[in-house]
Structures are given as structure tokens and as C-alpha cells.
């Protein structure tokens, strides 16, 4: 069975002031019944952790290198040594600003692992692409380069963000979220085998919020959830907790 997971990234959001909404999160779910991750700016990492309790911290992007000459990048290892255990890969903001190519998702992911950490990897359609009907044949190329062999439910979560849905306040249809989850669903049965397949947790992202997130987890093979703007406010990503934790 997937892990049910609430997951949030900070994006470029926050200094240490705001690790009190950490705080305010874990008084609030001192022991969540579903994952809860929060991916912030690596400069938090560490004072996150020192103080998120059962919360698990990630970084939101690692050098596929372990070490080296790459000024401003971040390896596998410090994340790991700072005190995350996940890491977000691919996100469609890091592709779209950092021209990042699925193979190079798939060496980032690789270095997570080898470091220790679950590797997030982000995939989903611009809205030129789904306007197109192109949907699933992006996702699918997406997943099949992205995703390294190897990759388990333990080590791998694959989350499902269209890119016009990131940041907008708009969401795909239900329906059109449950036609891309079968999609995934269906897609890792065929090349990791379908026991394997049934351990994945697929995330939905993409502007969800508390008054959406109940209806998105009722559909079936979405996980839970990666929230961006939503997580960053305790009033916010805990009522999106609990509506997982409902389920
Ligand atoms: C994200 O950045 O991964 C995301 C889903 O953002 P938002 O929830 O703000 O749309």
C-alpha cells in the first residue's frame, strides 16, 4: 500500500522567522497519521529540523555530483548531512528556470538515493500540451526518463503537478486528475511490476488548498498531495493534513 503524504514546498519562501509556522503545525499535529514533509529553502533546513518533530524535512533540488566545483548548488549529501530525508526533483519551476531535462532528473535522482534520501519527482503538462491532447504522452515520457530503474516505493514519490495549475488557484477537473493517476498507476505497473506499482505514493500539486483538498484525495490513486502557496502557513497546510488523515 502507498504512503498517504502531505507535502510541502516553501519554494524561495521563508527565513527563520517563519519556522514559527513549523511550530504552530507541530503543536497543532503532534503525531499526523499520514507523511507530512516540508521542503524548504536550504537555508532553513537545518533549524527546521531541529524543531518539525514527527514532520520528515526536504530540500527542494540536489546536485547529481556528490562534491565539487559548482558554485551555488547543493549535493545529495549536505541535504542529507543538514538533516532532510527527501528531496524534490524535477519540479516544473527548476525545468522551466533551470532548463532541467528529465535525464538530468534522473542522475539528481539517482544521487538521492545514493545519499539516502526519497527522491519527489515532479512531472505534469504545460497547458499548451493539454489544450493539444498531448497529456498523457508527456506524462508518460516524463515518468519513463525521469524515474531511474531501481526506483521503489521506499525511495521513489512521483507527484503530479500540471504546470498550469501550479501558483494559479485553478485545478484540473476530478476527472482529469483520476485519468493521469490511473495513467501513472498503470504505466509503473508495466515496468516495475504491479505489487511494486501499488507502493508508489502519487502526489496531485497544484493549488490545492484546505477547501479543495478533501474532494482531490477522494480520487483514487492520488496519495496525497504537494502544496506550494498552501503550505506555507500552518492554518492552512493543516486542515490539508487532516482532510488526508480522513481518508
Ligand atoms: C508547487 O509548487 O509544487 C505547487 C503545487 O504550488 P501551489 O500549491 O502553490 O500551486
Same mark, same amino acid.
Given at each position: 500500500?502507498?504512503?498517504k $503524504?502531505a ?38 533546513i ?25 558554485t ?6 549536505q ?15 527548476r ?43 508527456? $506524462? ?22 500540471p504546470?498550469?495549475? $501550479? ?6 477537473t ?41 474532494? $482531490?484525495?477522494?480520487?483514487a490513486?492520488?496519495?496525497?498531495a ?22
Open positions: 500500500m502507498a504512503r $503524504i507535502a510541502g514546498n516553501w519554494k524561495m519562501n521563508g527565513t527563520r522567522a517563519a519556522l514559527a509556522e513549523v511550530e504552530a503545525l507541530v503543536n497543532a499535529h503532534p503525531a499526523p497519521r499520514v507523511g507530512v514533509i516540508l521542503c524548504p529553502p536550504a537555508t532553513l537545518c533549524a527546521m529540523k531541529a524543531i518539525a518533530g514527527p514532520i520528515a524535512v526536504g530540500g527542494q533540488d540536489c546536485h547529481a555530483e556528490p562534491s565539487g566545483a559548482h551555488g548548488d547543493i549535493s545529495a549529501q541535504l542529507c548531512d543538514a538533516g532532510a530525508s527527501y528531496v524534490i526533483l524535477g519540479h516544473s519551476e525545468r522551466a528556470d533551470h532548463a532541467e531535462t528529465d535525464p538530468q532528473v534522473e542522475a539528481k535522482a539517482q544521487a538521492a538515493w545514493a545519499a539516502g534520501l526519497q527522491a519527489v519527482i515532479c512531472i505534469g503538462e504545460t497547458e499548451t500540451e493539454r489544450d493539444a491532447g498531448t497529456t498523457l504522452a508527456v $506524462i508518460g515520457e516524463q515518468l519513463s526518463a525521469s524515474v531511474p530503474e531501481g526506483a521503489t516505493g521506499a525511495n521513489t514519490i512521483i507527484a503530479y503537478e504546470v498550469w495549475a $501550479i501558483g494559479t488557484g485553478r485545478t484540473p476530478l476527472a482529469q486528475i483520476a485519468e493521469v493517476h490511473d495513467f501513472l498507476r498503470a504505466e509503473l505497473a508495466e515496468r516495475f511490476g504491479a505489487d511494486q506499482a501499488t507502493e508508489f505514493s502519487l502526489l496531485y500539486g497544484g493549488s490545492v488548498k484546505p477547501s479543495n483538498a478533501a474532494e $482531490i484525495f477522494q480520487v490513486n492520488v496519495d496525497g504537494l502544496v506550494g502557496g498552501a503550505s506555507l502557513k500552518a492554518a492552512d497546510f493543516g486542515p490539508i493534513i487532516a482532510a488526508l488523515e480522513s481518508i
